[in-house]
């Protein structure tokens, strides 16, 4: 991942929840994918877990399933282990020095942060049968206009940023078989100020009848990959 900001508490002073509050939601696009394909797993791994709400608020949902979460990050997996029960476990390590595989690999906002993000998705590939993946897509008109790339890339340490065309080809050019795929409304859990209220009714319009352009005009809509 991009420098050492994971480890040396940076990324702790900036984000002190590790996105918690945004888990619940993240949690039911994993399901609402695995529900359109009819995936049942087994075991569930996720790669740069953080606090580990993604993994607990499944185990809520999928009750014959085990988790496992990992991340570099001491800081991280002391706030999961807090949410460790019998069927839910981290681990800090890197995910590819263990030599399990699993069903279901998630892959939840990371690849924008890693440097090598191609050699990663190809080192991961093999860890599991099914990979769900969720990749913010900076690269729109609204941020660009804006000038707040920068802005992404202090607060919360993007270092790539993608449109939904260049999230598939990177996946297809690391050899993945993408199976599905889905915009997710990032922007129903965005601050909830009037003017935030305003344009996250007015992309939900949009993205009814016309989800790319509003993806590529307006942003707030990061995309949901399966993938094999």
């Known amino acids: 991942m991009s420098g050492s900001i994971y480890s040396d508490g940076s990324y702790l002073n900036s984000n002190p929840t590790?996105?918690?509050e945004d888990s619940?939601?993240?949690?039911?696009?994993?399901?609402?994918m695995l529900r359109q394909h009819d995936i049942r797993p087994r075991t569930v791994a996720e790669v740069g877990c953080g606090a580990g709400e993604i993994l607990r608020q499944l185990s809520?949902?999928?009750?014959?399933?085990?988790?496992?979460?990992f991340d570099i990050s001491t800081e991280a997996i002391a706030l999961a282990r807090t949410r460790e029960s019998e069927r839910v476990q981290f681990f800090n390590m890197d995910l590819r020095t263990n030599p399990g595989s699993f069903d279901v690999l998630l892959v939840m906002d990371v690849v924008e942060h890693?440097?090598?993000?191609?050699?990663?998705?190809?080192s991961i590939r093999e860890k599991a049968e099914y990979k769900i993946i969720h990749i913010p897509l900076d690269m729109?008109?609204?941020?660009l206009v804006r000038n707040r790339l920068m802005d992404?890339?202090?607060?919360?340490?993007h270092i790539h940023y993608f449109s939904k065309h260049t999230a598939l080809a990177l996946l297809e050019d690391t050899g993945y078989q993408v199976l599905d795929w889905f915009y997710t409304p990032a922007y129903q859990i965005a601050p909830k100020d009037p003017v935030h209220r305003v344009m996250a009714a007015f992309r939900s319009l949009t993205m009814r009848v016309a989800s790319d352009i509003t993806s590529m005009m307006l942003g707030g809509c990061p995309l949901l990959v399966l993938a094999r």
Do not use: M
């Not at 809520?60 to 979460?69: E, I, M, Q, R, V």
């Open 18 to 20: 590790w996105h918690v």
């Open 24 to 32: 619940p939601w993240k949690a039911q696009q994993v399901l609402r």
């Open 60 to 69: 809520l949902n999928l009750p014959a399933a085990t988790f496992s979460g």
């Open 114 to 122: 890693i440097e090598d993000c191609f050699g990663f998705l190809r």
């Open 140 to 143: 729109s008109v609204s941020l």
């Open 152 to 157: 992404v890339r202090k607060s919360v340490g």
